[in-house]
């Protein structure tokens, strides 16, 4: 099995190269890359491992941020030129973590029938910034907000069976096609989620929001849209609005707010990972009924909206048929 | 913490024996007809069904469940015996697959609810398997096993017929988590025969979304479309 891993990314060089060396060493065997207009040395560190031989690099200048046509050029790429039966859209701040055995094993094991795999966002706060990289840091995760404005929301991203015909649309939460059947209840992967690392890497990624209003699909998603906002209005103040300082620490650990998952900082550090324990299930069982809610909530309206627009479509060539055939 | 358990008041002795030996060793406390208002989970168990813990026992699966939920749901599913000789625990080890010809639809779940409590359970998390073997069906003939095992409709199972023999002799139950490949099976059965409500209307999206595609992409539509283009380039 080849499992290919694509990635759009601005600006992450605090976190490339590390999620990079995760997901090599986890069984992704090639990435597809698009830099866009990257500035801080993150292009560099997609050429050395392009010249290494394991990544595609692809440049784009374009002042707009077009994420569904990128990401959807590269899942195909990742089928008619790279042999990839798997395909794995990431970010460069997701680490796509298996709750049991490895990623190739959950692939392999996956029902034919089916040819998507969903991995639930696991989210980590920010943590007073000092010198120690992001994941040594970052060792506290929250539980998910139910707010789809919060950056730390319930939300999902995909695996997908490679297909030359795929389609994922603008966030990489889904991927569309024959053959791409959703397996809706399983969540064998986990995706610890770093959003907001520093105060410089902040500011610099909702201060480049705008690029998506001058993009295909002009709305801002809408926790992107809510922090940059906040950017405007109180930019001195918001990473200490983020920051969970060790006072904010103490209570929410007492709260069951926060816990410690050092499982990413092991991990880099090369230690082996434990299964999870049954408080650990039961954890995250809580945060996929929440996300299993909240997508109700929010992607049947979704879905009954789109349905009803193509009827209207189907119902607007009906009525002007007459016209046609009368003339 | 304490788990009552009630008990089938109907099937053969022997098997309602052989309930009380499994749930005792998995964790459950009493095995009454009584209801204990001591217990903090109440645990009904029908004719011919065996609660399976993943990850630990009864009690430490229930002791795991958060406090907002008041139940959790347990995945069902069906063994069937052959027609050898011998107690039906000892011959029930096959399970049938989720799109085995014969099961009828509906939701494949049983909620498990703490005892005197309100709430829901968790959506899309089974960390109990109601095993339930097929008292009342007739036994499957060695043919009819092996065409179906070949057929993917049947799946050996020998868990059940395995612990009840490891309680017979006294040793302690284990209940390990599923492999990836069992945890992907049990997706697989939830999929194809679980939730009824959120799930089912989502699946009948798809099923739209599939026909209006269908529609959409039809032989007139296209025609339409090109004797329109066509007309348009003859203005």
Known sequence: MKLVMTLVVRDEADIVEQQLHYHLERGVDFVIATDHRSGDGTTEILRRHEREGHLRLIRENDARFRQSEWVTRMARLAATDHGADWVLNSDADEFWWPREGTLKEILTVTPPRFGVVRGLWRNFVLRPDDERPFYERMTIRRAPDVDPASPYHAQVKVLHRASPEVVVPRGNHDALGRGLALIREWFPVEILHFPIRSGAQLRRKFGAAEAYRAGPDSRLPRHTAAVAARLDTEEEDLESGFAVDDEALEHGLVAGELSLDTRLRDALQGQKALPPALADDACYAAEIDLLLGTDSARRLPGRVRLLERRLEALERRRRARPRLTGS | ?235
Not at chain 2, 114 to 132: F, I, K, Q
């Open chain 2, 1 to 235: 913490m304490r788990i009552a358990l009630r008990l089938p008041t109907s099937g053969p002795d022997e098997l309602i024996d052989a309930q009380r030996r499994f749930h005792l060793a998995a964790g459950a406390d009493i095995a009454e007809a009584g209801f204990d208002g001591e217990a903090d989970w109440t645990l009904e168990v029908e004719e011919g069904e065996f609660l399976w813990p993943h990850g630990g026992s009864l009690k430490n699966v229930l002791g795991s469940i958060e406090a907002p939920y008041g139940a959790v749901c347990a995945l069902v599913r069906h063994l069937v015996a052959s027609e050898a000789d011998g107690p039906l625990v000892e011959r029930a080890i096959y399970r049938l697959a989720p799109q085995a010809p014969g099961r009828g639809s509906g939701p494949e779940r049983k909620l498990l609810p703490r005892a005197g409590g309100h709430g829901r359970a968790p959506r899309g998390w089974y960390p109990v398997e109601a095993l339930r073997l097929a008292t009342r069906a007739s036994p499957l003939s060695s043919g009819q096993i092996d065409r179906a095992l070949a057929e993917g409709a049947l799946v050996l199972d020998t868990r059940l017929r395995d612990a009840l023999r490891a309680a017979a002799s006294g040793e302690p139950l284990t209940f390990p988590r599923p492999s990836v490949a069992e945890d992907a099976g049990l997706a697989l059965d939830v999929a194809v025969r679980g939730e009824a409500d959120v799930l089912a209307a989502h699946e009948r999206l798809d099923e739209l979304e599939g026909r209006l595609a269908m529609v959409e992409s039809s032989l007139p539509a296209r025609l339409e479309r090109r004797l329109r283009a066509l007309v348009h380039r003859r203005r």
